[in-house]
């Protein structure tokens, strides 16, 4: 059997075992040390990548490695290595320092990575179990924070529900196909399409789609804002890139059109109707999250390498954005008193120049302005749904853009244009947090001008 | 024979997952669950699965059940939130959509058709962990992790905050 094709997850588990280790050793003034650590490991898993040889399976066709999904797992480091290190400050001003958290969401990025890598449904549950359980973990360890246990115990719930949606799922799979691997089955089976179903309506619940939406807004709004910033970045890029695969063996179907033409109808309009009557800047941009889903889901409804490749660049440039904005809200977090109302925003370019600006930045990404990565994202969704003639869907993706520009400027305009009523003591940006700030946009920025440099890795 | 083998295993079932739902006694509700799990076991006998059968009993009849009355034993009751009624309004909005979704799982799984899956598997154990420790040794550890995580996390939420 080929070893190699394991090398980032094993870099990956090595590195959470040695930090768990060391974790038992340590009393809480490394907390500092541990999380840096654990924040450079994702950086030799991602090192490590050019090692893997592929494409080629291995575990008896169980996981397999190709290109896309070597770039995809690229992408999940950088993500996981940014989100940790803007953790640090956050939880020690808050005064909820818990060293076990320095490893956990290596532990969620490790089923993540698994996930994007698997061939056959039980390493896909498990991996994605594995995932959910560090997610559900990360979300309610906060200190004294009633909102964050709430946010954790509902998002467990509806997780188990996906679970069970799933598993059952897989048995229909199994019953219908005779195995539990991916595979091209291509006769019609009523039996099948249940199973597709439900595996999709799992899936989906994990995109935080609509109507499988619930828990995001209250999962988002409860769970420590860098905690946040990994839930809307890192799981969305491992899903997508998986998505992707999936596609290749469930298109022929002739609902699976109907129903992701319906999931994501829903979330995007749905989430950007919501999304104008939240008065949390949090749970607003977890709207808008909502309504991403909804328009990535369109870049997965047929075959066509042009529209999934849109996806992939979309979904990797838009994670960088989602994860640079809440990185910014935890950083004004940290101040007394600051809660995410959207008054506490006004006036903050007088009070913090560079965090607003960087702010409207991302929130410009999200609308679609051209220097930004995410307009070539849409842009090519748009092309790539031109292309297969999914001409409604496409003024559909349009329609709900433009929609959802009007929340996103709001919170741009109560930023500069008006004038702050209440004081807040001035907030410091730690190395951690500027470093993921400077990267995440410089990204977004570069990728918007030179989008090509990610585009040509993207081989489908 | 078989069918009534099956249609009394399943009523068991269903009647007992009710009672899961609907008493109101943790004591009585978890009877019920362990009624379920007796239920469930009797299915994998009748499908010539023992070895399932067997870990049924042994992991949630024993284990899992014992681990729950330990909850139960160590929950402070008196601060716990008591029943607050039936929520009707969202039985009467939701209880459709269950009908409609049974109605089309039914109808799905009696038209399709079921794939012939190998031959006769004669010895169980053998069987199981063959695929056990092969195909399947990977998730297995995968498994592992989950188990480890899933403990950190059990042991970090329920510990006292100094």
Known sequence: MNWNILIPELTLSLGILLVFILDLFASKKHYRTLLYM?????????LSLFLVQHPAKGFF??????????????????????????????????????TELSYIPLVATLGLSLLMSSANLVLTLLSLE????SMYLLVSLFREEYLSKEAGFKYLLMGAVATSMFSLGSAFYYASTGSL???EYRDENSLFTLSLLLILSALALKASAVPFHFWTPDAYEGAPTPVTGYLSSAPKVALYFFFVQLLTYFHHLKQWLLLLAVLSLLSMFYANAVAYVQRSVKRLLAYSTIAHAGYFLL?????????????????????????????????????EGFSHHLLDYKGLYKEHPVLASLFALFLFAFIGIPPMALFVGKLGLFMGLVETLLLPLAFAFVLASILSAGYYLRVIVLMFLEEGERRFPPARVSVGEALTLLLCSFLVLLLGVFPHLLYDLIRL | MEWLIFGFL????????????????????LLSFVSLILAVAGMFLHLRAELLAGLQLIIYAVAIVVFYVLVITTIPWEK?????????????????????SFALFAYAILKGSFAKVGLEVKDNVKEVS???????????EVASVILLTAMIGAILLGRKEE
Do not use: C
């Open chain 1, 299 to 335: 870049g997965i409804a047929t075959v066509e390498s042009t529209l999934q490749r849109a996806l992939l660049f979309y979904v990797s440039l838009y994670a960088f954005a989602s994860l640079g904005s809440f990185v910014i809200m935890s950083v004004l977090e940290k101040k």
């Open chain 1, 130 to 133: 594995l995932a959910s359980i």
């Open chain 1, 181 to 183: 691997f991916l595979k």
């Open chain 2, 10 to 29: 399943s009523t068991w079932a269903v009647l007992s997952v009710l009672g899961v739902l609907f008493l109101k006694n943790p004591i009585h509700a």
């Open chain 2, 80 to 100: 716990v939130k008591r029943f607050e009624g039936f929520y009707k309004r969202e039985f009467l909005a939701g209880f459709p959509i269950l009908l409609v």
């Open chain 1, 61 to 98: 066709d169980l996981f397999e490695v190709s290109a896309v999904n070597l770039l995809g797992k690229a992408v999940l480091y950088v993500l996981t290595s940014l989100s940790l290190f803007a953790m640090q400050d956050y939880y020690e001003k808050k005064g909820s320092v818990y």
């Open chain 2, 130 to 140: 063959k695929s056990l420790f092969t195909t399947y040794l990977f998730p297995l």
């Open chain 1, 38 to 46: 654990s924040a450079l490991v994702p950086v030799f898993s991602l």
